[in-house]
């Protein structure tokens, strides 16, 4: 009698103790679908950084860092921008202090010139880069639009069909052309705006055979279609003469690195061997060797600089 007892006691406990197991995985499915919705709310949980610099990205004063980066075809937000320009100081200090033996506070002065050279440099490849894009960009462009125009659509329907059909940089500069035309802006006065953002003679050549085009009227397909093949031959040219320069180009970029590098290493390998630059004869030693530098590169450049 007892045995059985014990049987049934067992076996109540058993059924018990499977119900609280049960109990307890549903509470914890429902506590874990409570905590990730308090800290992701349904998507992936930001950092305070990340939401500071968000903030950040949507005031005022990151709008023209926007508008500049845009313009240098720069696939960075403002906030990321900024912390890039710490990230970069901070890191070119210590660098210098521990590669180069620059102390504090010449190394200071000398990453805040490294970063704003090199910032000015990347902002003037990149804009030229985006420019030099879009110029190769122009027969493809030149050839749509003719197209368009031979089928009977208008101006404005081939430069929607333009900003549709090419590919960056382009795309993004002749969208923003159709909708300040569908926002009701004069066709010549949003040409004459692209072309100041675009700033280029080939540019300039196709916006006026547009506003000509356009004023005057005539055979738009056949002088588009000429331009096209033109531009073509144009940047075939401009190939040719860009490897044939390849190597003086480089040239341009080492010499000026090279005495800079070594005048590091020295530094490092002996200790004060920069001191005498930045005192008395020194600064007039230091300033004609940065002139001589950076003439070096500006003449170097103008000899491979053969514009077509």
């Not at 569908?182 to 100041?196: C, H, P, Q, R, T």
């Amino acid at each position: 009698m007892a045995e059985f007892f014990l049987s049934m006691f067992a076996a109540l406990m058993l059924i018990i103790s499977i119900y609280f197991i049960l109990d307890y995985r549903m509470k914890k499915r429902e506590w874990r679908k409570d905590v990730h919705e308090f800290y992701n709310d349904g998507v992936k949980r930001k950092s305070v950084i990340v939401l500071l610099g968000t903030k950040f990205d949507q005031t005022e004063t990151a709008q023209p860092i926007y508008e500049k980066l845009r313009s240098a075809n720069i696939p960075l937000t403002p906030s990321e921008y900024l912390g890039a320009h710490v990230v970069i100081f901070m890191g070119i200090i210590i660098a210098l202090q521990n590669f180069f033996g620059i102390q504090f506070p010449v190394n200071l002065l000398v990453a805040a010139l490294v970063l704003e050279g090199g910032k000015r440099l990347l902002f003037l490849i990149r804009k030229n880069y985006m420019k030099q894009r879009i110029i190769e960009q122009l027969p493809e462009i030149c050839r749509t639009l003719a197209n368009s125009s031979r089928s009977g659509m208008t101006l404005t329907q081939g430069i929607n069909l333009v900003a549709q059909e090419v590919s960056e940089p382009a795309k993004s500069e002749f969208r923003r052309l159709a909708q300040e035309l569908s926002l009701g802006i004069d066709f010549n006065a949003g040409l004459k705006a692209m072309e100041k953002r675009i700033d280029s003679r080939e540019f300039q050549l196709f916006v006026a055979t547009m506003l000509i085009q356009k004023k005057a009227g005539g055979n738009l397909y056949a002088v588009l279609d000429e331009m096209s093949q033109t531009l073509e031959d144009r940047k075939i040219l401009q190939q040719e003469i860009k490897t044939m320069t390849a190597e003086q180009r480089y040239v341009s970029y080492i010499v000026p690195v090279i005495p800079i590098f070594l005048v590091l290493m020295m530094n490092n390998v002996i200790d004060g061997f920069l001191d005498p630059l930045f005192s008395g004869l020194g600064l007039f030693l230091l300033a004609f060797f940065v002139a001589g530098t950076v003439l070096t590169f500006i003449l170097v450049r103008k000899v491979t600089n053969i514009r077509v």
